[in-house]
């Protein structure tokens, strides 16, 4: 798991200096929206207007689908923008790069662990 947000966050308090509070293992802030980001590192701007729509509705329309295409096209080049930067930043504690993903993986266990004792009912359409 690679979470783009708290890679540029990671990126921006390096930028200031923060890097004691790296160290220190606080927990990242000032996170930027994926649309941001696209913004300000890919220089595109995309359009939200289906982000707080009932994904729950089958069949989406195709502009639900092309809204949903395009929110992910960008991930990749993000990925690799980010990654590259943050594998450039070194300090006493090693690679950056490691510790995101040390950092991403502890995030995905809690849910992980804290789903795990949960009962999901499961409702089909005919019900």
């Given at each position: 798991m690679f979470d783009t947000a708290r890679?540029?966050?990671?990126?921006?308090?390096?930028?200031?200096?923060n890097k004691a509070d790296l160290q220190k293992k606080k927990p990242v802030q000032l996170l930027s929206s994926?649309?941001?980001?696209?913004?300000?590192?890919?220089?595109?701007?995309?359009?939200?207007?289906f982000q707080l729509a009932d994904w729950?509705?089958?069949p989406l329309p195709?502009?639900?689908?092309?809204?949903?295409?395009l929110d992910s096209?960008?991930?990749i080049p993000l990925y690799r923008m980010l990654s590259e930067r943050l594998n450039k930043e070194r300090d006493a504690e090693?690679?950056?790069?490691?510790?995101?993903?040390?950092?991403?993986?502890?995030?995905?266990?809690?849910?992980i662990c804290k789903n795990k004792n949960k009962?999901?009912?499961?409702?089909?359409d005919s019900e």
């Open positions: 890679a540029q966050c990671l990126l921006q308090r390096a930028s200031l200096g994926l649309e941001t980001l696209i913004s300000t590192l890919l220089g595109v701007k995309i359009d939200k207007f729950r509705i089958r195709r502009a639900m689908l092309n809204y949903a295409r096209h960008y991930l090693g690679n950056w790069l490691v510790l995101l993903a040390v950092e991403c993986n502890s995030l995905l266990s809690k849910r009962k999901v009912k499961l409702r089909l």
